[in-house]
């Protein structure tokens, strides 16, 4: 039941990862470790590169796609504990 929980809780989390990398897929965003060490230094961020917006893209499609494999996942093994499957 715990390893259930916890695939949910990890694909929810993803899930939740990759709707927020999509949402701002377009945008050009950072870090917020990243703005503060540029702020501490006094320097301005380097425009994105096509790797950069690639990965935008990768990181959001692969928080959906491994989202959904571990909600499904984590459901599966609820439902098998509970002998409802």
Known sequence: ???G???LAMG??????GWNHWR???QETIGVLERMILNAAG???QPLTRLD???KYLQAILGFVLGSFFTFIGVVV?????EIL
């Not at 609820?78 to 509970?82: F, G, M, Q, R, T």
């Open 1 to 3: 039941m715990t390893t």
């Open 5 to 7: 929980l916890l695939a």
């Open 12 to 17: 929810l989390l993803l899930f939740w990862a």
């Open 24 to 26: 701002y897929r377009r």
């Open 43 to 45: 320097e301005e961020p």
């Open 53 to 55: 917006w690639f990965l």
């Open 78 to 82: 609820i439902l098998n504990e509970l």
